[in-house]
């Protein structure tokens, strides 16, 4: 995170009507849109006054509103087409929009009309004259064509002879400094040799020099450094970033320092950016986007000043977090941002931990405190570390000695007040959560982490409309910092934006999409989920959520196929697994539920309700493989089987044909229970198919001891006595059955066929 500190625009205007007096002290004390109002009501009643224009203009400029800067400029040229001042206000917003050839032929004509305003000469003239040296020294970029590259190289001297002649004349000094192209890259490692390597990659054909600082590496982090032809200075660690970072701002010699961690890549679209952001001088340093990657695809950006003129006055400050920013404001040096971006992977959870990063760091800022006890940006920085390390108790409590002492401009302020409102949340202070979110919003902390934050809390307490309302603000925020184009569909780079790029992408149609869903509004939430699985197809939580949607909508096919999508993920197959259980037992289809009943039954041998519901699917769809599977999963388990379990996995063998195995189980369930008559009846069902009807008979017998009243009982044992040939005593068994079930029609029928046996032997 780096500190920002408000950059001063210059006013040319110097001899103006008293009546514009309070309006110009609202400017230099930065209150900026009151300013630009006084100006514009001036305007109204004086609408060719030069100086009003310039003041107007400039409280644009504080505010960045550039593209109305330059309209306005536009407008009071035409209202006052001979005014230097204002002359002078255009070269200055082309030099700061790196339009300098338009502003070349606008400032020779001012230095021809004996235009030498001090400041003016400083802040355009002087750029301008760097700007060209570094074209003129920038080898990458020169035509190909060998006249060609003369002729621009000769008009380039040209032009910075004649403003150097201009600034001579006016006894402007030009400052001793460095002025060209050439960029030194510094980076500090220790035991980095895993991530060097594809770091100094990222930047090759970008930097001429590579200076490494080592604070004590055990691996081959030197070797590769020398490979890429690093310049390696070795020097020991004192708990300390600034110190071994001006070490190797020390040693470097470009024109331009570019910073890297060993664990970063410049992103190979930046690399151009980088090459022109050099050639324009006028700026001292570039803020560049770092994407902190937190797991794939996650990230959380912020700004940092990486790219910096190597200007003899400039030293790093800090022993963590390090800055280089109050030492470029102490020289009045101007900054900007480019579309250039820094991919970080030192906030992968693995390396935090193997690194022990939370620790380390704790242990840093906390010593800088001791030196600097009100120093609110290490205050934020240990709540946002103990937010990082889950301590949510102590974020709350740091984050409380921030965020009411912040002006809000700070480009941490958001992610600040978000995570006090975060921590509450998760640590279910809901109320309080809110109250903080609304001081947030009165003191016009407009920030899209605040207003995503206060969204899951009014999610999480069951206001889903009011959620809705607090995701389009976060929108409608993004679009105002530029993070969002105007039509708040895709993000753009190179915003002044800080804080969780999801907040504004990908969880903001997530939890849209569940606040959608928690209302009814079925079509709508499905919509939001198609249009995030456009943006990240194989995130497992999104089609977890979508899969419920379809479900809900009667979708039940594409429910299953956007289940199994998320089951690929070995993170999130238990949570799928379950979800198309679910998804077949709620609708009565037990047949599809098994296979994923089986998968979760035996991913959790501990919760055996699903190994129940396992059985009872395989069991209502007559799987009976899956029956025995699920039996011989429990016993591998070692849990006990009792009887009855033994009869229905004896009776799902049964039905495979598998009688011998089946016989085993009945076995033991009348081991168990010898009481039980269904165990001894399935045993004759088994010795029946065996064969051994005699055998049969006796478990007939004595299952009918025990359940007299068994027809079903009586009509087996007749069988086993018919098969045997002994007539009488199957005739008396069917009769029995009848007796006990007239409706018998097996029983009747057999027993005719028993009577004609008889007659037949009888003759």
Not at 102 to 114: D, S, T
Not at 154 to 173: C, D, N, S, V
Not at 215 to 237: C, L, M, N, P
Not at 581 to 590: R, S
């Amino acid at each position: 995170m780096s500190l920002v500190y408000r950059q001063q625009v210059p006013i040319f205007a110097e001899a103006y009507p008293e009546a514009l007096e309070p309006a110009f002290e609202q400017l230099r004390a930065f209150e900026s849109e009151a300013a630009y109002a006084a100006f514009q009501a001036y305007l109204g009643q004086h609408p060719n006054d030069e100086h009003a224009y310039e003041g107007a203009i400039v409280a644009l400029l504080q505010q960045t509103r550039w593209n109305e800067a330059e309209q306005l400029t536009a407008q009071a040229r035409a209202a006052c087409p001979h005014s230097r001042v204002l002359k002078a206000r255009q070269t200055w917003n082309w030099v700061y929009l790196t339009r300098e050839s338009e502003a070349y032929p606008l400032v020779i004509e001012l230095l021809e009309q004996g235009y030498h305003h001090t400041d003016w000469l400083r802040e355009v003239v002087l750029p301008l004259r760097n700007v060209l040296i570094c074209h003129a020294s920038d080898p990458r970029l020169a035509p190909c064509r060998k006249r060609d590259r003369q002729r621009q190289h000769a008009t380039l001297l040209k032009g910075i002879q004649t403003l150097e002649h201009w600034l001579e004349r006016y006894q402007f000094p030009i400052p001793d400094e460095p002025v060209g192209v050439k960029i030194s890259l510094n980076i500090i490692a220790c035991n980095e040799a895993k991530y060097l390597e594809a770091c100094l990659q990222s930047v090759q054909g970008v930097v001429d020099e590579i200076v490494l600082v080592d604070t004590g590496s055990t691996d081959a982090t030197v070797q590769i450094a020398e490979r890429f032809g690093a310049k390696v200075i070795r020097t020991e660690w004192h708990h300390d970033f600034s110190e071994p970072r001006n070490l190797a701002l020390q040693h470097s010699t470009g024109d331009w320092i570019f910073v890297l961690d060993a664990d970063e890549r410049l992103m190979p679209d930046s690399k151009n950016a980088i090459l022109n952001a050099v050639r324009h001088p006028q700026f001292a340093a570039y803020h560049l986007e770092i994407l902190n990657e937190i797991r794939e695809g996650d990230y959380f950006v912020h700004r940092l000043v990486r790219l910096f003129r190597r200007l003899p006055h400039l030293r790093w400050e800090g022993a963590i977090h390090e800055q280089i920013v109050p030492s470029i404001a102490t020289q009045g040096g101007r900054l900007a941002t480019i579309s250039a971006r820094i991919l970080h992977l030192g906030y992968r959870p693995e390396l935090m931990q193997q690194r022990d990063k939370i620790q380390r760091n704790l242990a840093l800022i906390q010593r800088a405190l001791e030196h600097n006890p009100e120093d609110l940006f290490q205050k934020f920085n240990l709540a946002n570390t103990y937010f990082s390390a889950e301590d949510y108790a102590q974020a709350v409590s740091w984050a409380e000695q921030t965020c009411p002492y912040l002006r809000g401009d700070e480009d941490y302020a958001g992610q600040a007040w978000a995570i006090w409102i975060g921590s509450l949340l998760r640590m279910n202070q809901l109320e309080e959560a809110l109250r903080v979110g609304a001081d947030a919003l009165a003191r016009r902390i407009d920030h899209p982490m605040v207003h995503y934050t206060l969204a899951t809390v009014y999610f999480h307490m069951g206001f889903y409309q009011k959620a809705l309302e607090a995701l389009e603000a976060v929108r409608e925020a993004a679009v105002r910092m530029q993070v969002l184009t105007p039509d708040g569909e895709a993000i753009q780079v190179g915003s002044p934006y800080v804080g969780d790029i999801g907040v504004v992408g990908h969880k903001w149609l997530y939890l849209r999409a569940k606040c959608l869903q928690a209302l009814g509004r079925l079509d709508e939430a499905a919509a939001s989920l198609e249009r995030l699985l456009q943006i990240r197809p194989n995130d497992a939580m999104v089609l977890l959520e979508y899969g419920q949607v379809l479900a809900q909508q009667g979708a039940l096919e594409a429910a299953e196929r956007a289940y199994l999508q998320a089951a690929s993920q070995a993170e999130y197959a238990p949570a799928a697994q379950q979800l198309l259980a679910k998804l077949w037992w709620d609708a009565g289809d037990y047949g599809r539920a098994v296979p994923y009943l089986r998968a979760i039954a035996q991913a959790l041998p501990n919760e055996p309700e699903w190994w129940e519901r396992w059985l009872h699917a395989a069991q209502e769809s007559h799987q009976w493989r899956g029956v025995v599977e699920a039996y011989e999963f429990r016993a591998a388990q070692g849990d006990p089987i009792t009887a009855p379990m033994h009869i229905n996995w004896g009776r799902a063998l049964w039905r495979l044909h598998r009688y011998e195995e089946a016989l085993e189980h009945f076995t033991r369930a009348i081991e168990l229970d010898p009481g039980d008559a269904n165990a001894f009846l399935n045993a004759g069902d088994a010795l029946y198919q065996l064969g051994a009807y005699a055998q049969a008979a006796d478990a007939y017998a004595a299952g009918i001891e025990r359940d007299p009243y068994n027809a079903q009982a009586w009509f087996t044992l007749g069988n086993s006595y018919f098969r045997m040939g002994v007539y009488d005593a199957a005739k008396i068994a069917y009769e029995r059955a009848l007796a006990l079930d007239p409706s018998h029609e097996h029983a009747r029928h057999n027993l005719e066929l028993t009577n004609e046996r008889i007659r037949t032997t009888a003759a």
